[in-house]
């Protein structure tokens, strides 16, 4: 029987040819380095945000005592409010909490002092900040900082 091709044997040994690409053990070890970095990084990443948020509240305490005080050079006396009352931009139009999808932010306050808090919803709902007409300023420690 004649062959078509004129060596038959030539198909079989084919020169050695490169290989491209990578191989199931070096794929495994890059997503093995990848969970690693992932399980370090992830937790720190989240830490982070959480201590920037309540930073952020921080600032927002502060801009209330601003609002607060303009009051009080204006009519001599802060403005009444019983403990526990949301503090809004309805009540003080000139604040604008940038944090308030995360925090509470509420005021108890007499004619001669006031005190400011920011409690924490949802994953920040252990974090709570205060402020008083002293400046004495106080966090608790699952903000991520005691003293601000």
Do not use: H
Request: aromatic share 10%; charged share 15%; with cysteine.
């Amino acid at each position: 029987m004649k062959s078509r091709y004129r060596n038959p044997g030539a198909l079989l040994a084919q020169p050695d040819r490169m290989q491209t690409g990578f191989t199931l053990i070096e794929l495994m070890i890059a997503c093995v380095v990848l969970a690693i970095l992932s399980a370090i990084a992830i937790p720190s990443y989240n830490s982070f945000v959480k201590k920037s948020r309540a930073k952020g509240a921080s600032a927002d305490l502060a801009a209330l005592a601003l609002n607060m005080e303009n009051s009080y050079q204006l009519q001599l006396s802060y403005p009444l409010n019983a403990a526990g009352t949301a503090a809004t931009t309805a009540k003080f139009k000139a604040w604008a909490p940038t944090q308030s999808q995360y925090f509470d932010y509420t005021v108890l306050s007499t004619a001669t002092s006031y005190t400011l808090k920011a409690t924490g919803k949802s994953s920040l709902s252990s974090c709570e900040l205060s402020l008083s007409n002293t400046n004495a300023r106080t966090a608790s420690s699952a903000c991520g900082f005691t003293t601000w």
